[in-house]
């Protein structure tokens, strides 16, 4: 095990803390381990490429990811990235977006912009529609999720694209052919992921569908690091905003 995988672990075991403000709590979480973020997550975040190389953005349009962290994901879009007239990263907390700042610069990515702002309430200055909205793995650490979709399908322009991919739990019926998780497993996982304030909701994926036309959906199960026998259950969704 690397030194650095000891300090993110340690990190993740430590928790987030109490604080009252989102932002506090996230920059306690991360700032011990922000510089070992991505090489720990790469194998534990799964469905991130498989999201966005899905998401349809026109030439020259405007795409935004609320919660970017370190603003990896951006390398999934390969060459499309340049074919885009702007991309903006919006996060609250300062050490992964100090990460993603030091990224776009290495990367020279002239057509990026790192915002630091609240998923819930951040819109385009100009007002001008977005063409994608994309959530890779923030949404279940977002306290008013609801919010953060709401506000997704409010800056989209009609006919936009709102796509997520995060861990997961079933409802205990779910709807529309969903994959059944058994009770065990659902309250495992809800208890695992809660002491760093990640929070499975069995409503994600009810509700997307509710505020979106349904482009694709699926749900999957992908392996845990240094835990061989684990397999956590994430889905990926991509959406249409209706006219």
Known sequence: ??????????????????????????????????????????????????????????????????????GRNLEFFGRRLGTFGLVTLVDLCRPLLDVARRRKEGRGWPRVEVVEADATKWRPED??????????????????????????????????????????????????????????????WRWWFAHDNVFLNPDHLPFLESVTGRIHRSERFGKVPYLPFLRAPYFIYIGRKRP
């Open 127 to 188: 007002g001008r529609p977005v063409d994608c909205v994309y959530l890779s793995y923030s949404l279940t650490m977002i306290p008013d999720w609801f919010r953060a979709l709401e506000n997704a399908v409010a800056m989209l322009a009609p006919g936009g694209s709102l796509g997520v991919v995060d861990f997961t739990v079933s409802r205990k019926f779910p709807d529309n052919g969903g994959v059944v998780h058994r009770p065990l497993a659902r309250a495992f």
């Open 1 to 70: 095990m690397l030194a650095s995988d000891l300090k993110v672990i340690w990190s993740m075991v430590r928790g987030a803390g109490s604080a009252a403000e989102q932002g506090e709590r996230m920059n306690r979480l991360y700032r011990h381990q922000a510089e070992g973020y991505d090489r720990f997550r790469e194998g534990f975040l799964h469905g991130r490429r498989d999201l966005i190389e899905r998401l349809e953005v026109p030439e020259g349009g405007h795409v935004v990811e609320l919660g970017c962290g370190t």
